[in-house]
């Protein structure tokens, strides 16, 4: 499969380039030239019994050309080992728990996929991959786990000083190995233009061999479209079911991997991009102007971001054409107060316990089906578990949220991070002086 840039170049590159690259040098992203169909029977028939088999079956739509069926089969099957249920908490309103993976959040889905296939590509190679991600929460613990001891591959993870949770940043610092965490003095959104600005300087391009892991990434995107479609999988077995999805919003790379599988064929009537005060797709939705801002920090933390990296792959998809935008996907901005009222909500209705970024994907949903009665079944993802965020949860339900072991071990490790300026010049002089990253 060819992948294009959505910069100016337009430039065409295979699957190893587009991945190992990260992005393109014209500032744009990589799409796939064309995405593939969903079979129409398999949509019809639903023969799929298991998220594997389904992960495994779009895999190849994307890959096959690349990659042989048993290596498909091989990656998916070491990547995706854990569930993602949709539970019904009332007739027509059902939460897809994207939190059962080694980190508790949905960013295992790309990361553990993206890290299998780097060491592939990777596996022949002298020079050292250096991975860098930026991070606003889930992403880096998510990649720090995915790549931990990954031979021939070292990962730096940005991450804003003080704007993660505790426990978000044990996932991230602690790990050590090929893992690097960096603290910069700054927010999601310097972290980003860091790793963005490094992907394309020329001084770097010489010298250090480098890829992102955030969802500029393709091959961290894709592997987000396994489970939109495992959804249609774990439905009531109707024909010309129309649902809406109602999907918590950050850098859009949830919701870009969502309309990609819409694409493929998959029967959703309307999206819902549910986020926090960060809203500038929002205020593009409404108004046609898409005006970045800087990120604030709110309770849902994931969706800080003020500048996200995917808009530009979603006005790619529609071909620039706002009208086309509007008609499948509407945006609402919740502020932290109306967040605490969705989880006690959540917990009042359907003792549901859920976390501050499914919270507002369920009050986009609601807010979504209350003015389309057309809709039958209406889902909201739930992208992290809620032990992630204690104190924010346990201020809200009258119950204590109780952390997984797996959380549970790494509390009392030490945190190793660096400690960077917002600076481009002190990260690049950071890549260039350390042969860690050569």
């Known amino acids: 499969m060819k ?8 430039a065409l590159v295979d699957l190893r380039t587009a991945v190992l690259t990260g992005m393109p040098r ?68 059902r939460v897809l728990e994207l939190f059962h993976g080694p980190t508790l959040a ?24 250096n991975v860098l991600v930026a991070t606003s929460g889930d992403t880096g613990g998510a990649v720090a786990n995915g790549f931990f001891g990954v031979e021939g591959i070292n990962v730096l993870v940005l991450y804003p000083a003080g704007k993660v ?30 790793v963005k600005r490094a992907l394309s300087d020329p001084v770097l391009a010489g010298s250090v ?19 939109y479609v495992w959804i249609f999988f774990q439905l009531p077995r109707r024909r010309e079911i129309k649902i809406a999805v109602s999907v918590p919003s950050g850098n859009l790379g949830n919701l870009t ?44 933390n994931a969706m800080d971001v003020g500048d996200p990296s995917n808009f530009q792959r979603i006005l790619e998809l529609y071909g620039h054409r706002h009208r086309g935008i509007i008609r499948d996907i509407q945006g609402r901005a919740y502020t932290d107060g109306e967040t605490r009222q969705a989880l006690g909500e959540l917990y009042r209705s359907y003792r549901y316990i859920g976390d501050p970024h499914g919270a507002v994907a369920y009050q986009g949903l609601r807010d979504l089906m209350n003015g389309d009665p057309r809709i039958e079944e209406g889902i909201f993802l739930e992208t992290a578990h809620p032990a992630k965020f204690p104190e924010t949860v346990e201020q809200v339900i009258p119950e204590r949220v109780s952390l997984p072991s797996r959380l549970n071990r790494i509390m009392n490790q030490p945190i190793r991070s660096v400690n960077l300026s917002c600076r481009f010049t002190d990260f690049r002089d950071l890549l260039t002086s350390s042969s860690l990253y050569r």
């Open 3 to 10: 992948f294009f840039s959505t910069g100016s170049s337009r």
């Open 165 to 194: 949770s505790k426990i978000q940043e044990k996932q991230i610092a602690t790990p050590g190995g090929n893992i690097t965490p960096i603290r910069v003095k700054g927010t999601f959104d310097d972290c980003q233009r860091l």
């Open 26 to 93: 014209d500032g744009g992203l990589y799409l796939p030239v064309e995405i593939p169909r969903l079979p129409a029977t398999w949509i019809e028939e639903r023969k799929a019994d298991t998220l594997l088999e389904v992960s495994r079956r779009v895999a190849e739509l994307f890959f096959r050309d690349d990659l042989p069926p048993a290596r498909i089969a091989d990656l998916v099957g070491d990547a995706i080992n854990f569930p993602a249920p949709l539970v019904e908490l009332a007739p027509g309103i």
């Open 106 to 129: 949905f960013k295992d889905f790309g990361a553990r996929f993206m890290a299998r296939l780097m060491a592939h590509l990777v596996k022949d190679d002298s020079r050292k991959l």
């Open 257 to 300: 991997a969502g309309l990609m599988a819409q694409k493929m064929g998959l029967p959703v009537i309307r999206w819902m991009a549910a986020t926090n005060i960060n809203d500038s797709l929002v205020r593009y939705l409404n108004s046609g102007r898409y005006q970045p801002r800087p990120s604030v920090p709110t309770i849902s």
């Open 209 to 227: 061999r480098m890829t992102s892991a955030n969802s500029i990434n393709i091959s961290r995107l894709i592997p987000q479209i396994f489970y």
